[in-house]
């Protein structure tokens, strides 16, 4: 979707109706014109006018507030109104209708107002892609942790660096043309120990968890052989029956996954087929290669297994542990009831510990996987700069530096990635 800001787009930005108030938006070189054929003549910009709102081909539809806010100084950079009316069904649907077939304009697609602001300026693509993630963000730690690059916070390190490689990019040309003249044994040039200074602080956005994880939740895998008590587990922790619990061995045969928020912080909790060498029929054999695949993409791996014998790193958990006989494993390990929720509390709070410590705290920068990936180009480029003798070379990987965080702030962009990213927005955005 290549948004053509020619045209005038509207959409419902508010909840979904029916609700107390619903908002529709207008953005676009005909906004002023759809709002005086619905509401008469433009209130003053910025204030709330109480108007009748009416359809010259279909008479009096609803009484709102209305605002108009000209462009450039907007939230997308163009003339834009709001329309503050009842939020009933039929109510919102008469003035989309009139907005539509009355006014001419186009309804928006999900994210175009968002990409908008950015095609106008009004953001960068480290904002825009943090505010997306602001949109599904369900807990404070989540919240907490975007809010900073939401509010431009990193955008504006970010130009400081790119501001300070040019700079050096400067220093560099200036040896360069003076690099005939014989000036004996220099001190190293200024402009190296700035560039070791900034890939130091880009070392620390590196070693921050990627926004990615924050947004989808760790995710804890829960493993072991048939029947060793999983999705009673699973079901457990979610305290809902999420999965089928039976005594007959694999029973579960696909990978279930379910969000949850444990202490305010994100999960996605996994559970798998149980894992056995023979006695699978087909079917199960399906299962239990989707679960091994689920071990390498874990974060977290409860199993439930006979202890020493799963992953490296995973937590030993003895379940079933109300049950007569149950086998007990060593220290260190957590032993739960599913049935009494006796030791579960114990576990949640160890996960929540071991969550808190592995994603982004607030006050920390936490940059998308492929944000991060453009930043490492940059990092690596400054980093042969600063160690390099030959004076072209180290401009060129400057130079280079430059264009990976221009791709960071959007300054260079595909329509593929444009379309990708603000395609996860929802419509009214």
Do not use: Y
Not at 59 to 76: C, K, R
Not at 154 to 161: G, K, N, T, V, Y
Not at 291 to 302: C, N, P, Q, S, Y
Request: one cysteine or more; glycine letters at 10%; proline letters at 5%.
């Amino acid at each position: 979707m290549a948004t053509d800001t020619r045209e005038t787009i509207f959409a419902l930005s508010s909840g979904a109706p029916p609700c107390g108030v619903a908002m529709i938006r207008v953005s676009g070189p005909r906004a002023a014109e759809a709002l005086t054929r619905l509401a008469g003549p433009l209130p003053t910009p910025r204030r709330a006018s109480l108007r009748q709102i009416a359809d010259p081909d279909r008479g009096w539809l609803d009484e709102a507030l209305v605002l108009w806010f000209p462009g450039p100084n907007t939230a997308t950079g163009e003339d834009c109104a709001e329309i503050h009316c009842h939020g009933g069904r039929a109510v919102i649907r008469a003035i989309e209708t009139a907005l539509e077939r009355g006014c001419g304009l186009r309804r928006a697609e999900a994210g175009e107002f968002t990409r908008r602001a950015f095609l106008n300026g009004r953001m960068d693509l480290l904002e825009a892609e943090a505010l997306g993630d602001m949109l599904s963000a369900e807990t404070e730690l989540q919240r907490a942790v975007l809010a900073s690059s939401a509010g431009g916070a990193a955008s504006s390190r970010l130009a400081e660096w790119r501001e300070e490689v040019l700079a050096a990019s400067a220093a560099v040309e200036q040896e360069l043309d003076f690099s005939d003249d014989d000036q004996g044994d220099l001190p190293p040039a200024p402009w190296r120990g700035a560039l070791e200074e900034i890939g130091a602080q880009m070392d620390q956005w590196l070693a921050t968890p990627s926004a990615d994880r924050l947004r989808d939740g760790l995710r804890i895998v829960l493993a072991g052989p048939p029947n060793a008590g999983k999705s009673s587990l699973f079901n457990a922790i979610l305290d809902e029956a999420a999965a089928i619990v039976s005594p007959i061995a694999g029973t579960t045969r696909d990978v279930i996954e379910r969000p949850i928020a444990l202490g305010g912080v994100p999960f996605l909790l996994v559970d798998t087929a149980g894992l056995r060498g023979e006695g699978a029929d087909e079917i199960e054999q399906l299962g239990i290669m989707r679960a091994e695949g689920e071990l390498g993409r874990a974060d977290i791996i409860l199993w439930l297994g006979p202890e020493g014998e799963g992953p490296a790193e995973a937590l030993e958990v003895a379940s079933m542990s109300d049950l007569p006989g149950a086998a007990r494993k060593g220290q260190g390990a957590f032993h739960v009831s599913s049935t009494t929720r006796d030791g579960l509390a114990d576990l949640i709070a160890h996960l929540v510990t071991l969550g808190r410590e592995r994603l982004p705290k607030p006050g920390q920068v936490a940059v998308s996987r492929r944000q991060k990936e453009r930043l490492a180009d940059a990092r690596e480029s400054i980093r042969r700069a600063a160690g390099e003798d030959d004076l072209l070379i180290a401009g060129e990987a400057l130079r280079q530096a430059r264009h990976a965080m221009d791709a960071m702030l959007g300054t260079v962009a595909t329509e593929d990635m444009l379309d990708a990213l603000f395609g996860r927005f929802c419509i009214g955005k």
